[in-house]
């Protein structure tokens, strides 16, 4: 493997386990839970409930995280965007160019599989906005 594949391996690992790690310390939420995940405190729950976290005290969390020196060598974008307003919640390297997503999909499933193992699965929740008729056939909007 040549050294800028090495590198494009490196950045691709290193992107899953920012999102792992993300996920773990609960700046994230998904709907699928990580097998490993460390539980909060009903402290720490109670903190958080009462003082919820400003979208800067985010980002700048976020950046500190990224900016770590082990993650140097790891080439990266993300871009967060709200949901509800559309609006560009963190961005980082967002003017750079990065391998196109099929490729890296590769990548992100052979560290999924070396770190949740084969027998994994995500459960993945779907929300109607009606029930299905009789026939099972579905006259509403489908949320995955």
Known sequence: MTSSATS????YRASVALLICLHSHGLISASATLSKRKSRSPAQQQTTAQHPETI???RGRIAAHISQARFAPASWGVKIVSLESGKTIFEHNQEKYF?????AKLYTAALALERLGV????RTSLYSTA???AA????ADLIV
């Open 8 to 11: 494009r391996v490196f950045a």
């Open 56 to 58: 800067d005290s985010l």
């Open 99 to 103: 391998n196109p997503a099929s490729n």
């Open 119 to 122: 027998d994994y699965r995500i």
């Open 131 to 133: 029930r299905p008729d």
């Open 136 to 139: 099972g056939t579905l006259k």
